[in-house]
C-alpha cells in the first residue's frame, strides 16, 4: 500500500537550530586573504562563521614572492589603458604589496567589530600555498579568500 505524500510546498520545515558550541570544536578559522572583491566577500562570509561558532579569525595575507622575482626582471613594465607604460621595480612592488596588507588588515579588523568576533593579522612572504600550509596545522578550519 502506497502511501499519499503531501506536496513539496506543504512540507513542514524543521526549525533551524543553532549550533550549539558543543556541537564543533573549531576554535580557530585561518582565513587566507587578499584585498581583491571576492577575498573581501569570502572574509565577510568567514567573519559570521565565527561568531556563529565563537572562533577566533585569523587572517593571513601572502605577499608572493613570484610577484617580486617578476619585478626585478629589467624589461617588466606597468601597461596601463589611460596612460603610458612605465617601468615595474621591486621597490614598486613592495609598496603595493604592503599597501594590499594593509587594506586587507584593515578589512578584517571591520568585519570582526561588526560581527564581534576575536581577530589577528599577519603577514608573510613567500609562495602563497606554501605559507598558507605552513599556517595551517595550528588552525581548525581554512578558509581561502
Known sequence: MKMAQRP???????????????????????????SSAKG????DAAARLAALLE??????????????RVARAPL????????ASQPLSEADM???????ARA??????????????RWSFRSARGQVSGEIL?????????ILG
Do not use: N, W, Y
Open 76 to 83: 617588466t613594465r606597468i601597461v596601463s589603458m589611460t596612460s
Open 134 to 142: 605552513a599556517a595551517a596545522p595550528g588552525a581548525d578550519m581554512v
Open 94 to 100: 613592495e609598496r603595493s604589496l604592503r599597501a594590499q
Open 8 to 34: 513539496h510546498h506543504e512540507r513542514r520545515r524543521l526549525p533551524r537550530r543553532r549550533p550549539d558550541k558543543s556541537d564543533h570544536d573549531i576554535r580557530r578559522i585561518l582565513l587566507a586573504l587578499d
Open 104 to 117: 586587507a588588515q584593515r578589512a578584517l579588523a571591520r568585519a570582526s567589530e561588526r560581527h564581534a568576533v
Open 40 to 43: 573581501l566577500a569570502a572574509l
Open 55 to 68: 572562533a577566533e579569525l585569523e587572517g593571513l595575507h601572502v605577499e608572493d614572492e613570484a610577484l617580486l
